[in-house]
């Protein structure tokens, strides 16, 4: 740099004579040797300067490369904690569906980190523990959840039938027919929950089944005829297994889906099986279907907090079965129960630390029932099971809650309620 200023700084004459000496160096030395001199050193000087801006461009073009390298580094680092913030955020939320980790943990993984010091909370926090239990999230890997439950049926039925024919308006000639049918259920079961990874749950259900039906039947014909009907029957009902997967992680807004499979045995007494008088009248009440069946099912859960999501299908395979048994004179051969496909949605919502609460809607379509008698077959209607659902949930301690699950019928087909009272107790290694 020096030598340019150097250069920059001799007098024009001079400057205009190192250009012609450049030119003509044998004229220059024999008109002055001294300028020849003072010539020969600017042009080492000049070369020298050549070489270190040769060697100044050279070195800029090497840190314009690593300042490229560099800014590519930056760009790749960015998407990189992008993505992992986006990451930790999908799996804050299935924690909190899956109600694990304390308050801490949680803040600990949002994307702007834990400001201040978090309270202390409980190690399994109940968000959405009010989720009908098809529904809920997977546990977490080894978790171990015992869960006993109450539920109770009651379903009601009146009717009024005229047999016969109408001569003119008001004037009848038959047999008027009027029942009034109570029927009561209550299960006790027995619910276990293993969680084999994050990912896999499996499931067994083990029920014991008491039903209770009142019937009373009123014929006015020449006189009025009542008759009242008092069965029950108390017995093991129908076990269950099941397993369900979650199939992704729910990023970049996605749902998290998870998969199932449920095998229902016949572990209960058919109607087929329970004993029955000279006339083909049922003496007591059966406690399961007498079909095997198997469930396959797709849950789909969208959390925003302080809300999630839900909606859910499934389709029940009933096996058929030959009975091959004479009950009131008639032989009763192969029996093919309709499969059924369920669907229901509704959301969850967290009001605080202990309580949360749902609301949603299920229904089921029922296919008839297939039966051959004697040498006949015959096929019943189908079925609408509508219900809307409702859910609450309170922490009774870090482990353990108290679920409450009502189901009010919304069509004819459906019972007039059913409540579950769910007390899950959870064990963590």
């Known amino acids: ?24 160096p044998s004229m220059a030395h024999a008109a002055d040797p001294d300028l020849a001199a ?9 070369a020298r300067q050549a070489d270190r801006l040769s060697a100044q461009e050279k070195a800029l073009a090497a840190q314009a490369a690593s300042l490229a390298e560099q800014r590519a580094q930056l760009a790749r680092q960015q998407r990189d904690l992008e993505t992992r913030t986006a990451v930790r955020f999908d799996d804050r939320r299935l924690a909190a569906l899956r109600g694990a980790g ?25 968000e959405y523990a009010a989720l009908p239990q098809d529904v809920s999230v997977l546990l977490r890997k080894n978790q171990f959840v015992i869960e006993p439950s109450i539920e109770y049926t009651r379903s009601s039925q009146n009717r009024l039938v005229f047999r016969g024919i109408e001569v003119t308006a008001g004037v ?3 047999v008027i027919e009027a029942s009034d049918a109570s029927r009561d259920t209550l299960v006790g079961v027995a619910t276990l929950r293993y969680g084999a990874t994050d990912r896999l749950e499996f499931e067994a259900r083990v ?22 009907i008092s ?11 099941g397993a369900r997967y979650q199939l992704n992680r729910g990023l970049n807004g996605w749902p998290v889906l998870v998969g199932s499979v449920r095998y229902k045995s016949d572990t209960g007494s058919s109607p087929f099986e329970i004993p029955r008088d000279e006339f083909g009248i049922a003496q007591r009440l059966n406690t399961g279907s007498g079909f095997p069946g198997i469930e396959g099912g797709l849950t789909a859960l969208l959390p925003s907090d302080p809300v999630v999501l839900y909606g859910s299908f499934s389709y029940l395979y009933n096996m058929p079965k030959t009975i091959g048994k004479t009950i009131g004179g008639v032989l009763v051969g192969e029996v093919d129960p309709g499969d059924s496909i369920g669907i229901g949605l509704g959301f969850g919502f967290a009001l605080n630390q202990d309580f949360s609460f749902s609301l949603g809607y299920r229904h089921n379509f029922l296919y008839g029932t297939h039966t051959q008698l004697n040498d006949t077959r015959q096929r019943s209607t189908s079925l609408h099971v509508g219900a809307m659902t409702m859910g609450l949930s309170y ?25 579950i009272l769910r007390v899950p107790f959870t064990f963590s290694p």
């Open 395 to 419: 922490r009774l301690s870090q482990r353990t809650y108290i679920n409450a699950g009502f189901e009010f019928g919304a069509t004819s087909d459906a019972p007039d309620m059913r409540f």
């Open 231 to 241: 069965l029950d029957g108390r017995e093991l009902g129908d076990v269950e297994l």
């Open 38 to 46: 003072e010539l020969a050193q600017l042009r080492r000087e000049l």
């Open 172 to 174: 009848q000639l038959g």
């Open 102 to 126: 304390s308050a801490q943990e949680r803040s600990a993984e949002l994307p702007g980190g834990p400001v201040g010091e978090a309270p202390k909370a409980p190690e399994i926090a109940p």
């Open 1 to 24: 740099m020096d030598s340019c200023v150097r250069v920059r700084s001799l007098p024009l004459p001079r400057a205009a004579a190192i250009v012609l000496l450049a030119a003509l």
């Open 207 to 228: 029920p014991y089944v008491y039903r209770a039906d009142r019937i009373t039947t009123l014929q006015q014909r020449d006189q009025t005829v009542s008759r009242n």
